[in-house]
């Protein structure tokens, strides 16, 4: 298998982190992307929910969780107003980011750099920036586990 | 037991239904209100599914399930057109009504007149316009089957 | 609707009761009768936790939940001592009959007068003795409890 | 970490498998040792069944499910009958040993070498023999996954 080097975020407004975060300076370790929209129910009944457990569950390992909030529905029912109070209501704690628009593309920059086909999508990157594993809708957990036990054995 | 009666409800805007509803229409018929917030953790998992299979459960029968939209907290966040793209992806086909607010008073008119404690809260009406029941949280289902039943089988 | 008389139940041997039960002798009462195998893995998840909450939510009411042990399968597997290990690992607290056999029919004597097409089986009995209520497969709480609640509710 | 190396498995009788295992000859695989009994309930409803998920899911790679019945109590309701019934009714595919009994000790003999302290439990043993994790009751998905993704990436 040959990865291909994951494209850059391009996000407008980050929640719980202090810096905005890139995947360049994220490099080395193990990223898991989670994309979501917060009025999508397979993403707020298990997608996201997932992710907030691989923060918790990881924490003392060198994997980054980042939240990526593609909204290409609704946009006007899905505001950066309206996801902050969805992340204070479910208590997520990891970083996430408000997918850019650019004009009048329904599609925000970075799902459509990813070609991300729906919401939610999962996605690995590796220590070496390239993509390792893109999943659209339900990730079973223990195969996400594994794949994420995986990439963070390999040597850096 | 002595039941007082339902207070009226003030709704400023409904979805899924033709015609404005009030309780004084439907007396005669049995209610199951659900007042609900669009970004509350508990509603969204189970509070309203729960109301939604009530209303696709008993559609033969002549209960009717209202929903009721109390924001009392993030009013940016929870606007009818984020309630509208709301009920829209989670497939809601009941009745719907914003709880009307009055000045700059955080809670809703009818959430104020029946005196809720927060959301989820199921009421249920009798016949007679009378409160019968009233659960704040998770509402267990055959528990909630069981008053339902119960009140469907008396005489009109 | 027209309801038939329940046959009367032929018990070998009963857990959880100081007395044989009778449906006769249950007459005047709702009955909620759980027939079930131990090995029949959606007793295991759903019908028989289903009962027990049943048993339990209902308890202050004159509803008599009954639990009846319908072996038709691998007999050497569930004998009534393997049945009394499940019921102490399960913590069933609802009295529960073993299903007599006749001769060497597969099939019990209660299952066959119920005419009762496999596990797990609810079966709802009036206080006149009639049945109201049998459904094979997987019971909706919410269905259930209305089926209990209305009948609970008729005069006796 | 020092791992130390993982005792072998005293077997009295094999299900799903024509030949008899042993942890020398699996030696090289990683092995997830899946302790349990058919009538604990929380093997029944987790457990159990996420080591067949396990299965189903590594079959591509050289990961070795193995059950073990470590009966320790009610012997008498849980026999190889119970248990080859409880196999077919739960379809379970992997291989699953019943564990030896010495004398008139309660408890199994291979239980007692990994001193284990009930069931659930879990075993991973690594490529080397030795136990790389145990963990007694409920274990998550995402954590069990990220061990066996770790360990199968290891070099053999």
Same mark, same amino acid.
């Given at each position: 298998?040959? %990865?291909?080097?994951?494209?850059? @975020?391009?996000?407008?407004?980050?929640?719980? /982190?202090?810096?905005?975060?890139? @995947?360049?300076?994220l490099r080395g370790r193990v990223v898991l992307l989670?994309?979501?929209?917060?009025?999508?129910? !397979?993403?707020?009944?298990?997608?996201?929910?997932?992710?907030?457990?691989?923060? *918790?569950?990881?924490?003392? +390992?060198?994997?980054?969780?980042?939240?990526?909030? +593609?909204?290409?529905?609704?946009?006007?029912?899905? *505001?950066?107003?309206?996801?902050?109070?969805?992340?204070?209501?479910?208590?997520?704690?990891?970083?996430?980011?408000?997918?850019?628009?650019?004009?009048?593309?329904?599609?925000?920059? /970075?799902?459509?750099?990813?070609?991300?086909?729906?919401?939610? +999508?999962?996605?690995?990157? !590796?220590?070496?920036?390239?993509?390792?594993?893109?999943?659209? !809708?339900?990730?079973?957990? @223990? %195969?996400?586990?594994?794949?994420?036990?995986? @990439?963070? /054995?390999?040597?850096?």
């Open positions: 298998m040959t %990865a291909l080097p994951a494209p850059e @975020l391009a996000v407008s407004r980050w929640f719980n /982190t202090p810096e905005p975060l890139t @995947l360049a300076g989670h994309a979501f929209q917060m009025l999508c129910p !397979g993403c707020v009944s298990h997608g996201t929910p997932q992710a907030q457990r691989a923060h *918790t569950l990881f924490r003392h +390992t060198d994997l980054a969780v980042v939240g990526l909030h +593609t909204v290409f529905e609704h946009h006007a029912a899905m *505001t950066p107003v309206s996801l902050e109070a969805f992340i204070h209501e479910y208590r997520l704690t990891f970083p996430i980011g408000v997918d850019a628009h650019e004009g009048n593309q329904p599609v925000p920059v /970075t799902m459509g750099r990813f070609k991300m086909r729906g919401t939610p +999508t999962a996605i690995v990157i !590796g220590r070496d920036g390239t993509i390792r594993h893109e999943g659209f !809708g339900q990730e079973d957990d @223990l %195969a996400l586990g594994a794949i994420l036990g995986s @990439l963070l /054995t390999e040597k850096p």
